[in-house]
């Protein structure tokens, strides 16, 4: 793995990312991996480098203007160009299959796939979004009625700082927390990309987003007639607990003992609810990926019984 600066054309700066070449003169296909909301590059990123690693796919880490205090980072319009323009750096210095060019994050990474699944579809083969943050005036508001120190500094703040204001009272950040959420544009991506999201039933308990954002993301790009009721994500946000009439009773070995509680499908996004936590699991993320191919519809399977438990994400 080496650090490599690329041209973001917006604003003619040179930004950085970790890239990894897959090896052999074949076209390969290409994971673009997302740090997580209060990180740059100095995250570990080996949860994603070693899936990539095994199946002989380029890698990119990019930087995306870093923690999402910035108001240069968190969903900004140089953020959406820098991840599009990382693609296309790839594409011009290594021999990547354009057949199968897939993006995912969790965390501060799933608000940003999502992100780009709705302002860039036509980037991506697919698109996997763990624990993602999906509506960040939603997100700012139910931090503080979380925090027992309004004043303190937390994701609210982040949001605050990222987006000039308070998104609740001043109209301007209110109007750049919507410009920067998912829910925004995932409408972009219905019909247009495979998208599979995944969160684990405690988020927003033992976890830092209820999964009220992931569901919430799903029923933007599902059809009409398979999203989910409102008082049925307001239960299962509330309460950790699935419907009756909303029970996954199959089973999906790559989960491992993350057992999937909920799974729904509607064209071409997918939502799994599972026990667990602020959870993003690599090995059925790639599982899945690496079914998908562009231009054919979506397989539904996110490969066997998993090496290793997922990563807990703590921001």
């Known amino acids: 793995m080496k650090q490599i600066t690329y041209l973001s054309k917006p604003d003619n700066t040179m930004q950085p990312a970790l890239v990894w070449e897959a090896s052999g003169t074949d076209a390969r296909p290409l994971a673009v991996c997302l740090h997580t909301w209060s990180y740059g590059l100095e995250q570990p990123c080996d949860h994603f480098l070693e899936q990539c690693r095994n199946r002989n796919w380029h890698f990119i880490f990019p930087y995306f203007r870093g923690p999402n205090w910035n108001p240069e980072a968190c969903g900004s319009d140089l953020v959406v160009s820098d991840l599009a323009d990382a693609v296309h750096y790839m594409k011009e210095h290594y021999a990547v ?49 979380k925090k027992t120190d309004p004043a303190k500094r937390g994701y609210d703040t982040h949001i605050y700082e990222a987006c000039g204001g308070d998104p609740v009272s001043d109209a301007e950040a209110s109007r750049q927390a919507k410009h920067r959420s998912p829910l925004t544009w995932l409408k972009n991506a219905r019909g247009s990309v495979i998208v599979d999201i995944g969160t684990g039933i405690h988020d927003g308990h033992t976890g830092s987003v209820p999964v009220s954002h992931a569901i919430l993301a799903y029923n933007e790009i599902a059809e009409p007639q398979d999203r989910i009721a409102q008082d049925d994500i307001d239960y299962i946000t509330k309460t950790e607990k699935i419907p009756e009439h909303l029970q996954f009773h199959g089973e999906d070995p790559a989960y491992g ?25 690599a090995e059925p993320a790639f599982g899945f990926l690496e079914n998908q191919i562009s231009g054919r519809e979506p397989v539904w399977y996110s490969g066997e019984r998993p090496a290793a438990e997922g990563t807990q994400l703590t921001k």
């Open 97 to 145: 299959d354009e057949t199968r060019i897939y993006l995912v994050g969790g965390s501060g990474g799933g608000h940003a796939s999502l992100l780009m699944a709705g302002r860039h579809p036509e980037l991506w083969t697919a698109v996997s979004s763990w624990c993602p943050i999906s509506d960040l005036g939603a997100w700012y508001t139910e931090t503080r009625q």
């Open 257 to 281: 003992s993350h057992t999937v509680l909920m799974r729904r499908t509607s064209g071409k996004v997918r939502l799994t609810l599972f026990e667990g936590g602020h959870d993003i699991l």
